[in-house]
């Protein structure tokens, strides 16, 4: 059953909330029930079609940012065994903004690193909304060291909204601590594996974002800047997000297009929150079949394929 | 003393004053220009650092007649067909007729001192010195000169962050030129990055938090975020002198503040102990 409706989702949250009483208390055996019920599937059926078909980006974004919306640790519940997570920067703090440390996928070793949002509001405010400090991605470096000395491919999952904007985060270096993940990454003899499961937002995201393969969930967004920020700055409007989100090409269908992501992962109609497990087995099934393809290839040719992969991003000419 | 204040507009005789005249944007002192230039753009009477222009920059530091340019033909293109309130192809044209630039950085090999190097400046004044692809790109290319002919890459920034309306190609560019750094890195060649006023989102975020020695000129403004975000954020005033360079230097964010009337020598210094 699902919680939470979007705005654009009213029509069916009527017709679902209709179905799921009649379900739970109508008398079985009455003819005019199983008829209604019957009828109530079709229009359902229906009305998830007309919404779900052409999502704007706009609607994406408020997708990829659903409160039932599995996170980082629902996926590494699904997807692994034995996960054992590990703490702290060793220097300041242990940042629950990010969570990391080892699992096996279908037995093999591991190393496990994403941003973590919260559910209720007390979690949210544990997790500070997936919006790390610079804590947490030292966490993240030091656990992804780990993974490379010791020869385990790293999976990481993009869920935030971005770093966190605050004076303990600059003081204590978040510019510093996000560049030194992305030239880190960038030379880690072992195969990275990055799946955006949610809200890539900006530097945040891409500060566990540099790898082999990058994946991306259907309804999950990517970007250089949330559509309300872009809108503030840009159209000197906040309110102007759908029209930011259009321009920002942030989907996962642009991104591939524009040669950024690797592969779309398909979510159940409706979004992701709608089925845990169909959505963990298809992340499970994308990261292991990606894993396997990278799994002889020699460190020099993993790491140079690497740089090629982003060396090639961007547009330009020469006149 | 008026009880009225008049509307002032700039008169003729101004405008010529404008020429020969600067007014300090910290002091308010009025400067003789000549004087100014000649004091390497810095106020003499409170040390305000004035902006100044990636032309003028490498006139700072590099030894008179050692600069030369490379991927000087490198243009932006507007490939998502960006369109904010204005479209991003008439904002690039704007720009390039204003600044005579194609895009926010030049790039070269110079000599300091003697010594050699690669040498990347921002231009503020094209589109704030914004991160779009053609400043990674030519990054890119840069680092993989000094890495050719085994020199030290220096990077002079001044930038507002990304290039919103370069969308995710902007971001990627972090991506790419820290991935550039760490094989330059790897090859034990020095990278020094130097900050200027304004240094923020994601050109801090990447090349500009990597220097080998970071070094920042004088109440530069260096951030992740920027200060009106981050008092947004956490709804409090922010304390005094925040995200100038003293204030990261006192919180162990950057090695050195450095004076522009000092920086070419500096520098020097800081080639000869890297240099092996």
């Known amino acids: 059953m699902v919680k939470h409706y979007l705005d654009f989702e009213k029509p069916l949250m009527v017709l679902e909330r209709e179905y799921e009483e009649l379900q739970r208390f109508a008398p079985r055996n009455d003819p005019k029930v199983s008829a209604r019920i019957e009828r109530l599937e079709k229009m359902i059926a229906k009305e998830r079609e007309d919404i779900y078909a052409q999502l704007s980006p706009w609607q994406r974004t408020h997708l990829s940012r659903h409160i039932d919306r599995p996170h980082t640790l629902d996926y590494i519940h699904l997807i692994f065994e034995d996960f054992m997570e590990l703490h702290g920067d060793r220097g300041f703090m242990d940042d629950p903004a990010?969570?990391?440390?080892?699992?096996?996928?279908?037995?093999?070793?591991?190393?496990?690193?994403?941003?973590?949002?919260?559910?209720?509001?007390?979690?949210?405010?544990y997790r500070n909304f997936g919006m790390s400090h610079p804590e947490g991605y030292r966490k993240a470096l030091r656990i992804m060291e780990l993974a490379a000395r010791f020869k385990k491919p790293i999976i990481t999952m993009i869920d935030t909204p971005g770093a966190y904007p605050g004076v303990g985060a600059e003081e204590r270096g978040q510019a510093g601590a996000i560049a030194r993940n992305l030239r880190e990454m960038a030379s880690f003899p072992v195969p990275i594996i990055v799946v955006v499961i949610g809200e890539g937002g900006s530097g945040g995201a891409l500060a566990i974002g540099v790898g082999d393969k990058i994946l991306m969930l259907e309804n999950a967004i990517y970007s250089v800047i949330s559509p309300?920020?872009?809108?503030?700055?840009?159209?000197?409007?906040?309110s102007k997000g759908s029209l930011a989100a259009e321009a920002l090409k942030m989907t996962a269908a642009d991104l591939l297009r524009l040669g950024i992501i690797d592969e779309i992962i398909p979510e159940p109609l409706g979004g992701a929150h709608r089925d845990y497990h169909v959505v963990a087995a298809h992340?499970?099934?994308?990261?292991?079949?990606?894993?396997?393809?990278?799994?002889?290839?020699?460190?020099?040719?993993?790491?140079?394929?690497?740089?090629?992969?982003?060396?090639?991003?961007?547009?330009?000419?020469?006149? | 003393m008026t009880w009225f204040k008049k509307k002032e507009t700039p008169s003729q005789a101004d405008k010529s004053a404008d020429v020969l005249w600067s007014k300090c944007n910290a002091c308010q002192e009025i400067i003789y220009k000549k004087e100014l230039e000649r004091n390497f753009s810095v106020c003499p009477k409170c040390n305000y650092h004035f902006p100044i222009k990636a032309q003028e920059r490498i006139a700072v530091v590099a030894d008179e007649g050692t600069f030369t340019e490379f991927d000087s033909t490198l243009a932006p293109v507007d490939s998502l067909m960006f369109r904010d309130l204005k479209k991003y192809s008439e904002r690039i044209a704007e720009a390039q007729q204003k600044t005579g630039l194609r895009d926010a950085f030049i790039t070269g090999r110079c000599e300091i001192n003697r010594l050699p190097a690669m040498v990347g400046v921002f231009d503020f004044d094209f589109l704030g010195g914004s991160l779009g692809s053609v400043v990674g790109e030519k990054i890119a290319r840069m680092v993989e000169k000094a890495i050719d002919e085994k020199m030290a890459a220096i990077i002079f920034t001044s930038s507002g962050g990304a290039r919103m309306q370069e969308g995710i190609f902007s971001?990627?560019?972090?991506?790419?030129?820290?991935?550039?750094?760490?094989?330059?890195?790897r090859e034990r060649l020095p990278y020094i990055s130097v900050l200027t006023d304004p240094t923020l989102g994601g050109v801090t975020a990447s090349f500009g938090m990597l220097g080998d020695v970071i070094v920042a000129e004088?109440?530069?403004?260096?951030?992740?975020?920027?200060?009106?975000?981050?008092?947004?954020?956490?709804?409090?005033?922010?304390?005094?002198?925040?995200?100038?360079?003293?204030?990261?230097?006192?919180?162990?964010?950057?090695?050195?503040?450095?004076?522009?009337?000092?920086?070419?020598?500096?520098?020097?210094?800081?080639?000869g102990f890297l240099y092996q």
Not at chain 1, 101 to 110: K, P, Q
Not at chain 1, 228 to 238: F, K, P, S, T, V
Not at chain 2, 172 to 181: D, E, G, H, R, Y
């Open chain 2, 218 to 271: 004088p109440g530069a403004m260096i951030g992740f975020a920027g200060p009106r975000v981050i008092k947004a954020t956490i709804k409090a005033d922010l304390p005094p002198g925040f995200q100038r360079a003293e204030y990261l230097l006192q919180h162990g964010v950057i090695d050195l503040i450095v004076g522009r009337r000092t920086l070419k020598a500096t520098l020097g210094k800081l080639l």
């Open chain 1, 228 to 238: 309300e920020g872009c809108a503030a700055i840009l159209w000197r409007d906040g």
């Open chain 2, 171 to 185: 971001l990627m560019q972090m991506a790419k030129t820290s991935a550039a750094l760490s094989l330059l890195r």
């Open chain 1, 283 to 319: 992340v499970k099934e994308a990261v292991v079949r990606n894993l396997g393809a990278l799994k002889d290839v020699p460190e020099e040719k993993l790491l140079a394929d690497r740089y090629k992969l982003f060396r090639r991003m961007g547009t330009f000419q020469e006149k």
């Open chain 1, 98 to 125: 990010i969570v990391g440390g080892f699992a096996r996928l279908e037995g093999e070793t591991v190393v496990v690193v994403g941003h973590q949002k919260g559910r209720d509001v007390k979690d949210m405010g």
